[in-house]
């Protein structure tokens, strides 16, 4: 038997969990004062993921970087790869946001996204 | 001089969704005024997702919950000036700007507010020892070199206060390469969010240092090291536990300071607490017709209660402008003050006029330290009138309370209302 700390992070308590595993089954989780931390600890100890948000450079805007995230969420341990994947990626504007910026990213099937509208360089006016 | 009905000063989360709540109530002359090139403030820069749980029951990311709003400011066609620096408001509302194509221009309004947001506070705010070499950013402004200029200020990086947009640059310049060797809290609790803590620090096994700060900065061109050390319970330094880390870059997250250098200028009361001006329910500060949200009166944890806050004043502008201002209509500012005591260091507003108050009345505020345990309680002059328990307060997390119109006619010679955090 292990046991695993991690702290919940579902509100300002943040509580400190300490969870009893046998291999990768849950014996038990103690120190939280809600559900919330029991739910949060299995998804934490069993399948960690994350949302990844970073930049690329852009090509034939104004602006020199666009802003993108994984559609959705990927595995904690692909975090890493996937921010390495976006390197020397590079985007043409126009851009929308939701426009795939790359697709399956660092094999999780997830895809890359804009979640900045950019566009062409004379498509900036100047304010009225 | 142009006229409009409503004039707001920043094109940020409150800006923006206070122009759209203005004109959703009905007001057709409205104009916001962004001294950047492009509306969305802040949020450009926060390209982290967490934003717009409470708005959209969604997380976006910072530009996506910009866009939100700038969708909708363009939808209702209200106007914009980019690139426009307002140089100074008057006590008359005479607004004062300048921009590439006008040069300098000035607007008379029915109405202001105040949407400015806030400044970081900066190294010489301090006293940090040392030489002034290059390679000490803001947090923000590391924030702004790399997710919008694309420029990565240093690779090795020891960051100082642990505040949000600092622990979100720990996980942001990692993942670009960098080495977060440290982060420092002088404090002993951190200013962020626990979820920032575990996913931005946690995740990438960066160490929390509570209760230290940075006694000595070594490099004279460009930093070459820092010294931290352990302080005692008043924030002094102890001798003896001092421990270098070489690092070429030092970044300060070391608080907010709202940025209300226009507000002071035009007369507007601040309260020394907040740094923000003083407002009644109505969010309008002492001179009547300027309202205030967002940053610029308190500094806020989350963008959703900004933009709820904004729309709060957009709508009460408009009611201004509809109602005692066009109509000449007054009634009488019977106030009562709210008192923050006991563990509570603020309130949001600080005067009710029952009179020109909503049914429901948010009032936010926020702790002067941890508190488990205990219980939020209101007084209606000596009369305790509710007791919420919590089982834990922090000052990094703003708290609210509401007040009804109801609750308080039915006490009409209440002069004060109390906020303090009690034991359960």
């Known amino acids: ?128 | 001089m142009k006229n409009y009905d409503i004039v707001i000063i920043g094109g940020g989360p409150a800006g923006l969704a206070a122009a759209v709540s203005a004109r959703e109530n009905g007001i057709d002359r409205i104009i916001i005024l962004e001294r950047d090139k492009e509306l969305g403030g802040i949020l450009n820069q926060c390209i982290h997702n967490g934003f717009g749980l409470h708005t959209f029951k969604e997380e976006l990311t910072g530009p996506e919950y910009a866009a939100r709003f700038i969708e909708q400011v363009v939808a209702h066609d209200i106007e914009y000036n980019l690139n426009t620096m307002v140089m100074d408001i008057s006590r008359e509302k005479i607004v004062t700007a300048m921009n590439r194509e006008e040069g300098l221009f000035k607007i008379q309004a029915k109405a202001v507010i105040l949407a400015m947001g806030c400044r970081e506070r900066p190294r010489g705010a301090l006293n940090i020892p040392g030489y002034r070499p290059a390679g000490i950013f803001s947090a923000g402004t590391a924030q702004r070199l790399v997710n919008m200029e694309g420029y990565l200020p240093g690779r090795e990086v020891v960051i100082l206060g642990s505040g949000d947009i600092g622990l979100i640059m720990a996980r942001r310049m990692t993942l670009e390469g960098a080495k977060v060797k440290v982060v420092a809290e002088l404090m002993p609790y951190s200013g962020g969010l626990k979820r920032n803590i575990v996913q931005c620090l946690d995740d990438y096994g960066i160490p929390l240092k509570l209760s230290h700060t940075v006694v000595d900065i070594k490099g004279k061109e460009r930093v070459e090291g820092v010294t931290l050390a352990k302080v005692d319970d008043k924030g002094k330094p102890i001798p003896g536990t001092e421990k270098y880390y070489s690092c070429d870059t030092l970044l300060l997250s070391v608080g907010l300071i709202p940025e209300n250098e226009l507000s002071g200028g035009m007369g507007v009361e601040l309260n020394p607490v907040t740094s923000g001006p003083r407002v009644n329910e109505s969010l309008e500060t002492n001179i009547e017709g300027v309202f205030a949200c967002g940053n610029v009166l308190h500094v806020h944890d989350l963008v959703d209660f900004v933009s709820e806050e904004a729309m709060t004043a957009g709508k009460n502008a408009a009611s201004y402008v509809q109602g005692r201002c066009e109509q000449g209509m007054i009634l009488s500012r019977e106030e009562i003050c709210i008192k923050a005591e006991s563990g509570v260091r603020y309130t949001v507003p600080e005067t009710i006029c029952p009179a020109y108050m909503d049914d429901k009345l948010k009032v936010r505020f926020r702790v002067g330290g941890v508190y488990k345990n205990c219980c939020v309680c209101v007084y209606f002059d000596d009369e305790n009138v509710s007791s919420r328990k919590k089982a834990v307060v922090a000052p990094g997390e703003m708290e609210e309370i509401i007040l009804t119109k109801a609750q308080i006619l039915e006490h009409p010679d209440m002069k004060t209302i109390t906020l303090k955090i009690e034991e359960a």
Do not use: F, H, W
């Not at chain 1, 300490?18 to 998804?43: F, L, W």
């Open chain 1, 1 to 128: 038997m292990e046991e695993k700390n991690l702290i919940c992070i579902n509100c300002p308590l943040g509580c400190a969990l300490t969870v009893m595993m046998q291999g990768d089954e849950i014996i038990s989780v103690e120190g939280n004062t809600c559900k919330r931390g029991d739910a949060y600890a299995r998804k934490e100890l069993t399948n960690p993921t994350r949302i990844v948000t970073s930049t690329v450079r852009v090509r034939g805007s104004r602006e020199s970087m666009v802003s993108v995230k994984t559609k959705e969420d990927i595995p904690k341990e692909k975090v890493l790869d996937c921010v390495r994947a976006l390197k020397d990626v590079i985007a043409d504007a126009p851009i929308r946001i939701g426009d795939i910026i790359v697709e399956n990213v660092a094999g999780t099937s997830v895809d890359i996204v804009a979640t900045k509208c950019v566009k062409k360089s004379d498509d900036y006016i100047q304010s009225p």
